[in-house]
């Protein structure tokens, strides 16, 4: 999988304890889809990052975005914010489930938005799994929140 970020100055991304992201400049298309979709939803963004699944084999297993290496402090857990997840391209498989429960599959469709709202980091982990199915390249642009930089 290939990934990049953009967002805000001063935002940068660890995540897994080990890759460190430091964001590009929101480019002009980039900031009017965030705010967009700010206007929609209500929930404001200071980054995003793009994913590409190549091929069926790129993929993302089971997780939450609940990343405090995003600047978060305890009494400000990233899994109170919600994140916004733009699909591009070929149709995958996105699933969620309950921490212990049974997954619901969701197929992300080009140009589709998926919300996650604040709490759900907490409670639900969620993935993209592989696939034998021939599948072209898809992108998935996920805006979050973040608490650092200047604004
Ligand atoms: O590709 C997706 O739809 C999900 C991406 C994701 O879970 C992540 O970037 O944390």
């Not at 990233?78 to 391209?89: E, F, I, K, M, N």
């Not at 759900?120 to 973040?146: A, G, M």
Request: hydrophobic content about 30%; proline content about 5%.
């Amino acid at each position: 999988m290939q990934e990049c970020i953009y967002g805000d100055a001063g935002c940068d991304y660890l995540y897994s304890n080990s890759v460190f992201l430091k964001p590009l400049t929101w480019t002009d298309n980039l900031a009017n889809l965030r705010d967009r979709i700010t206007a929609l939803t209500g929930y404001k963004f200071r980054i995003v990052i793009g994913n590409q699944y190549r091929t069926g084999t790129d993929s993302i297993g089971w997780h939450t975005d609940n990343e405090s290496s995003m600047g978060f402090n305890p009494a400000m857990p990233a899994a109170g914010y919600a994140y916004a997840s733009v699909s591009l391209g070929c149709v995958r498989k996105f699933q969620i489930k309950p921490i212990g429960g049974r997954p619901t599959d969701f197929w992300l469709e080009h140009d589709s938005l998926l919300v996650m709202h604040p709490g759900c980091q907490s409670t639900h982990l969620h993935q993209v799994s592989k696939t034998n199915k021939v599948v072209s390249t898809r992108i998935n642009l996920t805006f979050r929140p973040h608490t650092g930089g200047g604004r």
